[in-house]
């Protein structure tokens, strides 16, 4: 009686014996997820919560994918979010698990399933992972349902190191954002601001479009460094939400953004006096019918004439938040101050998505490792070099009766000293005693 692990033709099985009762079930080739089977229904019997009545027959993966869309997903996640699951479910997964019971996908069919999407070349390999985090999130919510012992999918994703690598992040130069700001100055006047906005303070396009006046501090003047946005809205799929992050951040409010802030505030205040309203609308970019704006139009219609007219390469929008981080860390800033204002999660996105962007290359910093010392042997004549005679040297070198150690130490004046320790009751000395008693002058 208990639960026991059996391993048939390179594939794990899990045997059930419990008060006269036996059930079996086969948990695919991964001795680990078996071991962890048995773990979990070992603790479900020791609190009587283990079912061994005879399962029910479990639904399809297209039918079981509705209700998961339906009970967990709609009802505690962003739209965005949800529409990402949605069409992952519609393109990637039902069309290949959508009439296998969900009990009766294995960990192998999930591999085989991964290896094809790895191979082909027009996935990237983020593209990949999210397909899997859909495919894994909702089989664990079935493994919580009871349907299944365990989640395929789960601890899956190594493969995905072969899959083509993302894009790298596209941004203007600073010379192009000057070429671009000009040319939307002159052509779509009216969206200047937001599009100075998306490159002095990063703010992504959802952001920008749900930015309301209450959130911008301006600060007494622009040598006031109390200005600052407080992010704390987006607009996506139609509805306003909270940030990618879901939480509020601040980000410094750039002076040349600022001014052209206070004008359009000012324009905007002046243009409802006019038509005898005391407020002006609450969004700092509104459409002309004074709800949220298109990013769609703002893109196609605005956007893309703007670059054309400034002759730059088409670039998505989300490339001026690349940009603002671009110049902050060539002007010097961290990416601690970086991940700050662009409200990353971690650093650890901002190293992955901008660290290749940090200045490199700098040899002083190997060079600081190590101090500088004078090398204490002194430099070599050249060979066949010829030393001049001078009034300093005793004997010649390298000579028949000379000093055969062509050695420049040796050939300055003898010191005082030495020449007093050189006399032996009133006689020179041994030569070779002074010749070392002149070499340990060099040290003295």
């Given at each position: 009686?208990?639960?026991?692990?059996?391993?048939?033709?390179?594939?794990?099985?899990?045997?059930?014996?419990?008060?006269?009762?036996?059930?079996?079930?086969?948990?695919?080739?991964?001795?680990?997820?078996?071991?962890?089977?048995?773990?979990?229904?070992?603790?479900?019997?020791?609190?009587?919560?283990?079912?061994?009545?005879?399962?029910?027959?479990?639904?399809?993966?297209?039918?079981?994918?509705?209700?998961?869309?339906?009970?967990?997903?709609?009802?505690?996640?962003?739209?965005?979010?949800?529409?990402?699951?949605?069409?992952?479910?519609?393109?990637?997964?039902?069309?290949?698990?959508?009439?296998?019971?969900?009990?009766?996908?294995?960990?192998?069919?999930?591999?085989?399933?991964?290896?094809?999407?790895?191979?082909?070349?027009?996935?990237?390999?983020?593209?990949?992972?999210?397909?899997?985090?859909?495919?894994?999130?909702?089989?664990?919510?079935?493994?919580?349902?009871?349907?299944?012992?365990?989640?395929?999918?789960?601890?899956?994703?190594?493969?995905?190191?072969?899959?083509?690598?993302?894009?790298?992040?596209?941004?203007?130069?600073?010379?192009?954002?000057?070429?671009?700001?000009?040319?939307?100055?002159?052509?779509?006047?009216?969206?200047?601001?937001?599009?100075?906005?998306?490159?002095?303070?990063?703010?992504?396009?959802?952001?920008?479009?749900?930015?309301?006046?209450?959130?911008?501090?301006?600060?007494?003047?622009?040598?006031?460094?109390?200005?600052?946005?407080?992010?704390?809205?987006?607009?996506?799929?139609?509805?306003?939400?909270?940030?990618?992050?879901?939480?509020?951040?601040?980000?410094?409010?750039?002076?040349?953004?600022?001014?052209?802030?206070?004008?359009?505030?000012?324009?905007?205040?002046?243009?409802?006096?006019?038509?005898?309203?005391?407020?002006?609308?609450?969004l700092v970019f509104p459409s002309q019918t004074g709800g949220p704006l298109d990013s769609r139009?703002?893109?196609?219609?605005?956007?893309?004439?703007?670059?054309?007219?400034?002759?730059?390469?088409?670039?998505?929008?989300?490339?001026?938040?690349?940009?603002?981080?671009?110049?902050?860390?060539?002007?010097?800033?961290?990416?601690?101050?970086?991940?700050?204002?662009?409200?990353?999660?971690?650093?650890?996105?901002?190293?992955?998505?901008?660290?290749?962007?940090?200045?490199?290359?700098?040899?002083?910093?190997?060079?600081?490792?190590?101090?500088?010392?004078?090398?204490?042997?002194?430099?070599?004549?050249?060979?066949?070099?010829?030393?001049?005679?001078?009034?300093?040297?005793?004997?010649?070198?390298?000579?028949?009766?000379?000093?055969?150690?062509?050695?420049?130490?040796?050939?300055?004046?003898?010191?005082?000293?030495?020449?007093?320790?050189?006399?032996?009751?009133?006689?020179?000395?041994?030569?070779?005693?002074?010749?070392?008693?002149?070499?340990?002058?060099?040290?003295?």
């Amino acid at each position: 009686m208990g639960v026991k692990l059996r391993k048939k033709n390179g594939k794990w099985y899990v045997f059930i014996d419990w008060h006269g009762r036996r059930k079996a079930k086969c948990l695919g080739t991964s001795r680990q997820v078996a071991e962890e089977v048995k773990r979990k229904i070992e603790a479900k019997l020791a609190l009587g919560e283990f079912n061994m009545t005879p399962d029910k027959k479990a639904p399809s993966f297209e039918d079981y994918s509705e209700r998961w869309l339906k009970t967990h997903v709609r009802p505690h996640l962003k739209p965005s979010t949800i529409e990402s699951y949605q069409s992952i479910l519609e393109c990637r997964l039902r069309p290949r698990f959508g009439s296998v019971a969900v009990d009766r996908i294995t960990r192998d069919a999930v591999k085989d399933y991964l290896a094809e999407l790895v191979a082909g070349d027009e996935l990237s390999r983020n593209t990949v992972r999210n397909i899997l985090a859909t495919f894994r999130a909702m089989l664990g919510q079935a493994v919580e349902d009871g349907l299944i012992p365990a989640n395929p999918v789960q601890r899956l994703g190594r493969q995905t190191r072969g899959a083509r690598d993302p894009r790298r992040v596209e941004f203007l130069t600073a010379s192009e954002v000057e070429s671009f700001l000009r040319a939307a100055e002159g052509l779509r006047p009216e969206r200047y601001p937001l599009f100075l906005a998306a490159v002095r303070a990063g703010l992504r396009q959802g952001e920008l479009i749900a930015l309301e006046w209450d959130d911008i501090q301006f600060g007494e003047s622009e040598e006031d460094s109390n200005r600052y946005t407080l992010v704390r809205h987006n607009f996506t799929c139609g509805q306003f939400t909270t940030p990618k992050s879901h939480k509020p951040r601040r980000v410094d409010l750039n002076w040349e953004l600022r001014q052209a802030l206070v004008e359009l505030r000012d324009r905007r205040m002046l243009e409802a006096f006019g038509r005898g309203e005391e407020k002006i609308p609450a969004l700092v970019f509104p459409s002309q019918t004074g709800g949220p704006l298109d990013s769609r139009n703002v893109y196609h219609r605005d956007f893309l004439p703007c670059l054309k007219a400034a002759g730059l390469r088409r670039v998505t929008f989300h490339a001026l938040r690349h940009t603002f981080a671009s110049l902050l860390i060539q002007a010097g800033a961290s990416l601690a101050y970086v991940k700050e204002q662009l409200g990353h999660s971690s650093i650890q996105v901002t190293v992955d998505t901008y660290g290749h962007l940090l200045p490199g290359g700098n040899i002083r910093y190997v060079d600081s490792l190590t101090s500088r010392r004078q090398n204490a042997t002194l430099a070599q004549p050249a060979v066949g070099g010829k030393i001049k005679d001078s009034l300093q040297v005793v004997e010649k070198s390298g000579r028949p009766g000379g000093i055969r150690t062509p050695d420049p130490r040796f050939r300055k004046p003898f010191h005082p000293i030495l020449l007093t320790r050189g006399m032996d009751d009133g006689k020179p000395c041994n030569p070779f005693r002074l010749m070392s008693l002149c070499y340990c002058a060099e040290f003295i």
